[in-house]
């Protein structure tokens, strides 16, 4: 069920409203929307996290066990100026991603994303011209400014962040975890993951103010 709106109680979030309309407490919320993560009611303004989406296609294939062992091992490359990755899974797909394109919203998969892939992955494993096409896709990445994740505590309590991973969200998975679960227990992000507080843009903006 999706969360519609942040409820916030006495300067601190409570909990959230769901799609249907029913209302969790909760003591800490974590907002980890990806690319809505900036959408969400009811944060306030000065507290919205400063996220976008950024627009990735990917190409899958199949390789046939007639092939044999075609590739069992990820590459990851850049090609061109641009980074691809070639991800062979157990069931016999070859996954090949991702373009990188500021297009806000746009989800539309184009024949120019699906040929730069190819071509790129043909630069390192050239067989992949002889494999089924079975899926053509795009997604939205949340981008922060700098690129760099936002995890932690916010400058509303009880609300924290985990979003912002741009490209490497799956990869980020397992430290996002252990990262938060401190901040959770203890209020504070342990300190190599202090460089990634949400406050760094807070303070900049604060900044940048007119006086």
Known sequence: TWAERLVVAGDRAAGVVTADGTELAAGQVVLAAGSLSGRLAGVPADVLPPVRPVKGQVVRLAMPERLGPFLTRTVRAVVRGSQVYLVPRENGELVIGATTEE???????????????????????????????????????????????????????GLLLATGHYRNGVLLTPVTGDVLAHALTTGELPEEARPFSPLRFRATALTEQPA
């Open 103 to 157: 297009l806000g919203w746009d989800t539309t998969v184009t024949a120019g994303g699906v040929y730069e892939l190819l071509r790129d992955a043909h630069e390192l494993v050239p067989g992949i011209t002889e494999l089924p096409l079975t899926e053509t896709r795009a997604g939205l990445r949340p981008g922060s400014p700098d690129n760099a994740p936002l995890l932690g505590p916010t400058a509303l309590e």
